[in-house]
């Protein structure tokens, strides 16, 4: 598996965002087709680290970012989907005319409200592993458990709890002791009101394919054949009603960017020249 550690050639840069700046990476030309990343709950710009060198070597200048609330984007306020959507459509503003959206998880939540508002500034939206609305199944149940943790307790029991749930399943495998210090210290640097927020949100976001539908975007679904946390089955039902190409990248559950970043670049990159 690769590492959220090796960022390649991407260099670091700051955007002004509606709360507070707004952390990204970024690698290719400066006057390349422009592509920006939004990662998931509890996630952050690095999970996009292994496809960043790949799809800046296809042409392509591309953008990840933190959202509001996460790592190394302080954020305050709203953490709402659409108060975040605000937020990324003011960095693909100040990108270009025209950006290509990828949202991971809940950020593809986020990245379809982008979309629906304004979807004249989008050529194309990839929902990674996301789904047509809120979680559920293990993944719900264990937000819902983990909630009073945090409103008690703080992030850093959150985060033993969770590592200590982790530990606990059948084919969990540890990470290298220099990626676990990464991901506690991004998780315990993210924003508790955020964490709350984005909890409720990717339960309790509504299906809102019909929406995404009407834009008249063209639309990639690309999944992890394993992912956990948004059923294959699901996404695939969701690329249906969205009359979207749906992808599953083979080894990878639902990060397939870091699990196999070498089946989830050229899927990506082939639909972005293609739009």
Same mark, same amino acid.
């Given at each position: 598996?690769?590492?959220?550690?090796?960022?390649?050639?991407?260099?670091?840069?700051?955007?002004?965002?509606?709360?507070?700046?707004?952390?990204?990476?970024?690698?290719?030309?400066?006057?390349?087709?422009?592509?920006?990343?939004?990662?998931?709950?509890?996630?952050?710009?690095?999970?996009?680290?292994?496809?960043?060198?790949?799809?800046?070597?296809?042409?392509?200048?591309?953008?990840?970012?933190?959202?509001?609330?996460?790592?190394?984007?302080?954020?305050?306020?709203?953490?709402?989907?659409?108060?975040?959507?605000?937020?990324?459509?003011?960095?693909?503003?100040?990108?270009?005319?025209?950006?290509?959206?990828?949202?991971?998880?809940? $950020?593809?939540?986020?990245?379809?409200?982008? =979309? #629906?508002? *304004? +979807?004249? /500034?989008?050529?194309? &939206? !990839?929902?990674?592993?996301?789904?047509?609305?809120?979680?559920?199944?293990?993944?719900?149940?264990?937000?819902?458990?983990?909630?009073?943790?945090?409103?008690?307790?703080?992030?850093?029991?959150?985060?033993?709890?969770?590592?200590?749930?982790?530990?606990?399943?059948?084919?969990?495998?540890?990470?290298?002791?220099?990626?676990?210090?990464?991901?506690?210290?991004?998780?315990?640097?993210?924003?508790?009101? $955020?964490?709350?927020?984005?909890?409720?949100? =990717? #339960?309790? *976001? +509504?299906? /809102?394919?019909?929406? &995404? !539908?009407?834009?008249?975007?063209?639309?990639?679904?690309?999944?992890?054949?394993?992912?956990?946390?948004?059923?294959?089955?699901?996404?695939?039902?969701?690329?249906?009603?969205?009359?979207?190409?749906?992808?599953?990248?083979?080894?990878?559950?639902?990060?397939?960017?870091?699990?196999?970043?070498?089946?989830?670049?050229?899927?990506?990159?082939?639909?972005?020249?293609?739009?």
């Amino acid at each position: 598996m690769s590492s959220q550690l090796d960022v390649g050639a991407a260099t670091r840069y700051t955007f002004d965002g509606p709360g507070g700046p707004i952390a990204a990476l970024r690698a290719g030309a400066a006057d390349a087709p422009i592509v920006l990343l939004v990662p998931g709950f509890t996630g952050s710009k690095e999970d996009f680290a292994p496809i960043l060198d790949p799809v800046a070597a296809a042409g392509l200048q591309v953008v990840a970012i933190d959202l509001p609330g996460q790592y190394e984007s302080p954020g305050r306020g709203d953490f709402s989907v659409d108060a975040l959507s605000t937020a990324v459509r003011q960095v693909a503003a100040a990108l270009g005319d025209q950006v290509q959206l990828l949202g991971h998880s809940f $950020g593809g939540f986020v990245a379809r409200a982008a =979309v #629906i508002a *304004e +979807p004249g /500034r989008f050529p194309s &939206l !990839t929902l990674l592993d996301s789904g047509p609305g809120g979680i559920d199944g293990g993944r719900r149940a264990r937000i819902d458990q983990l909630r009073p943790v945090l409103v008690e307790y703080g992030m850093a029991a959150v985060y033993d709890a969770m590592a200590a749930l982790a530990t606990a399943e059948p084919d969990y495998v540890a990470p290298q002791p220099d990626v676990e210090a990464f991901l506690r210290k991004r998780f315990l640097a993210s924003d508790p009101d $955020g964490l709350l927020a984005m909890g409720t949100g =990717v #339960i309790d *976001e +509504p299906d /809102r394919v019909d929406d &995404l !539908t009407a834009t008249g975007r063209p639309v990639l679904v690309l999944t992890g054949v394993n992912d956990e946390a948004f059923p294959p089955a699901r996404q695939a039902d969701m690329a249906k009603r969205l009359g979207a190409e749906f992808v599953e990248v083979p080894d990878a559950g639902h990060s397939p960017a870091i699990e196999n970043p070498a089946a989830t670049a050229p899927a990506l990159i082939r639909f972005w020249h293609a739009h």
